[in-house]
């Protein structure tokens, strides 16, 4: 069993940036591709980006790419997601998630396991 703790959620300006930061309960460098999804209220949860066990590939939605970094700390069983230049649209809560293999994220019900999410809020 894998717990998924996410820190690192507020409010923000736009044109801020925020550094989320998902910690794991234990290794998982050696077993699990990392995500970060986000749901903002009324919608279905989405992808935003995903980083594989080697942090050698990543994958970015269409709607952060040149604004949000994903990376992780495998010695320190942490993701982290650099988010600059939010918008009001960026509003949502924001979910770490593992997954066996990057190709997982595709489907919400194949993640491995999720965190409890941390709120990210973007004032205009």
């Known amino acids: 069993q894998v717990q998924l703790v996410e820190s690192g959620g507020g409010l923000v300006q736009a044109g801020g940036s925020l550094r989320l930061s998902c910690a794991a309960s234990r290794r998982t460098a050696l077993w699990y591709a990392m995500g970060w999804f986000r749901q903002a209220p009324g919608k279905e949860r989405e992808l935003v980006a995903t980083?594989?066990?080697?942090?050698?590939?990543?994958y970015y939605a269409d709607s952060v790419k040149g604004r949000f970094t994903i990376s992780r700390d495998n010695a320190e069983n942490t993701v982290y997601l650099q988010m600059n230049n939010l918008k009001p649209e960026d509003t949502a809560v924001y979910y770490c998630?593992?997954?066996?293999?990057?190709?997982?994220?595709?489907?919400?019900?194949?993640?491995?396991?999720w965190g409890r999410g941390t709120q990210v809020t973007v004032s205009s």
């Open positions: 998630a593992a997954a066996t293999d990057s190709s997982r994220f595709q489907s919400l019900n194949s993640v491995n396991y």
């Open positions: 980083i594989n066990r080697s942090a050698g590939n990543t």
